[in-house]
C-alpha cells in the first residue's frame, strides 16, 4: 500500500512528501487551484516514490502557473525522478533543478 502525500506551504514553495502516485494525488488535484496560487516552486526532495501519474500533474501544475503568466520550478528532484523526466523527453517541458 502506498504511503499517504502530505505537503506543507512554506512562502512561494509548496513541498511534497511521502508518494505521488496514481492512488495518492487526488486529494492535491482537487486543492491545486488554492495550494498552488501563490507558488513559484515545488519542492519534491521529500519524496521517496513519484510514477507517470504523478509527473503528469507536476507537468499540469507547471502548466497551470505559466497561464497564469507564473514559471513553476520543480526543486530536488531525485534521479529517479530525473531519469523519469528523460524517458518522457519531459526536460524541455518541465523545468527541474536538482537538490542543493
Given at each position: ?67 497564469q503568466g507564473v ?30
Amino acid at each position: 500500500m502506498a504511503d499517504k502525500l502530505s505537503w506543507l506551504s512554506q512562502q512561494e514553495t509548496l513541498i511534497l512528501q511521502g508518494e505521488l502516485d496514481r492512488e495518492t494525488l487526488l486529494p492535491l488535484w482537487q486543492q491545486r487551484e488554492v495550494l498552488l496560487a501563490d507558488k513559484t516552486h515545488i519542492d519534491v526532495s521529500q519524496l521517496q516514490r513519484v510514477d507517470s501519474s504523478g509527473l503528469a500533474l507536476l507537468v499540469h501544475f507547471r502548466e497551470l502557473r505559466a497561464r497564469q503568466g507564473v514559471s513553476l520550478t520543480v526543486i530536488g528532484v531525485s534521479d529517479r525522478l530525473s531519469t523519469l523526466i528523460e524517458l518522457y523527453n519531459l526536460q524541455h517541458i518541465i523545468p527541474v533543478e536538482t537538490a542543493l
